[in-house]
């Protein structure tokens, strides 16, 4: 009789145990603390020169183009570029921000900017060319236009970098698991240039 209450407690304590470290790991993967990120890539992944160019027209994209030149990276600027001038790059980096004034500004309108980004990914795809995004605006430059547009591109890409608060809802995360490829989430736009960096040095 004691030796079955003795399994019985066993038993009883196995189960509790096993209920608290499920409990702990689905606390782990759901915290904001636990992301599957890394803080820059290990090695390079690309080669100069790249291509850097807009998704949505923001002035994201000319933030990145100054962080590129102070970082030596050498880079051609075109914020509305083709695939045509893919020609004589090594790889292409695109900005993700949905801007109605700058898609405005260039005459162009939303179905004109997904028109031209497939057209210049594919080219990119079909040359082998590395592809790189970055979402800087953070929280509130997510919306369902600049989220279509995101999604569009890291369809194709090699890596993400983005800023922390855009990934409240865990959808980068989300994104970089569904495509299968790295990720590095920033605090703001002073931890972007070592990332950056890695991804050719």
């Not at 209920?19 to 702990?24: D, M």
């Not at 949505?56 to 990145?64: E, H, L, N, V």
């Not at 880079?75 to 898609?103: C, H, M, Q, W």
């Not at 994104?175 to 490829?181: A, G, I, V």
């Amino acid at each position: 009789m004691g030796g079955t209450a003795l399994r019985w407690q066993k038993k009883l304590i196995f189960k509790f145990i096993l209920v608290l470290f499920l409990l702990i790991s689905i606390g782990c993967q759901t915290s904001d603390n636990h992301e599957w990120t890394l803080p820059n890539l290990p090695r390079p992944i690309a080669k100069e020169k790249a291509l850097i160019t807009s998704a949505g027209q923001s002035t994201d994209a000319y933030i990145i183009a100054e962080i590129a030149n102070q970082l030596l990276i050498n880079n051609t600027f075109l914020p509305r570029a083709k695939e045509t001038d893919l020609v004589n790059k090594s790889s292409l980096v695109v900005i993700v921000g949905y801007s109605p004034t700058g898609l405005k500004a260039a005459n162009i309108t939303f179905q004109n900017e997904k028109d031209r980004l497939t057209h210049l990914l594919d080219r990119a795809v079909e040359q082998k060319m590395k592809v790189i995004v970055l979402h800087i605006g953070g929280k509130q430059r997510r919306n369902k236009w600049s989220d279509a547009l995101l999604e569009m591109v890291v369809r194709r890409a090699d890596y993400l970098i983005g800023v922390r608060s855009a990934n409240y809802d865990g959808w980068f995360t989300k994104l970089s698991l569904q495509y299968n490829f790295p990720l590095t989430l920033v605090q703001d736009l002073g931890e972007l240039k070592v990332p950056f960096t890695s991804i050719y040095r």
